[in-house]
């Protein structure tokens, strides 16, 4: 059974950093792209990053470029490292997997973990 768990959320102020993890059980996420999704409060869920799986290749959405998504294949966990964190980036935070090939889509992902809080306010 694929299970995707992240954690690492929380409470930060304006310009914290916090890294998210997402681990995985029942498959090898080296063998998957890995993206990082977010969703706020009335409002739809929107790709933040993505890793592939064949080469590692990274993208990011236009509004993250503080944000560093890496893979620690030792520990089967894709982390999403979020540098100078604005309040705007308050949201639940989901990982998700697909074929080798990142997509910005999150129609286009198959198994995704429960998501983890983040909110950034003074």
């Known amino acids: 059974q694929v299970q995707l768990v992240e954690s690492g959320g929380g409470l930060v102020q304006p310009g914290g950093s916090l890294r998210l993890s997402c681990a995985a059980s029942g498959l090898i996420l080296d063998y998957y792209a890995v993206g990082w999704f977010r969703q706020a409060p009335g409002k739809e869920r929107e790709g933040v990053s993505c890793i592939s799986s064949l080469d590692g290749s990274t993208y990011y959405a236009d509004s993250v470029n503080r944000f560093t998504i890496s893979r620690d294949n030792a520990k089967n966990t894709v982390y999403l490292q979020m540098n100078s964190l604005k309040p705007e980036d308050t949201a639940v935070y989901y990982c998700?997997?697909?074929?080798?090939?990142?997509?910005?889509?999150?129609?286009?992902?198959?198994?995704w973990g429960q998501g983890t809080q983040v909110t950034v306010s003074s």
């Open positions: 998700a997997t697909q074929g080798p090939h990142c997509s910005e889509y999150p129609g286009d992902f198959a198994s």
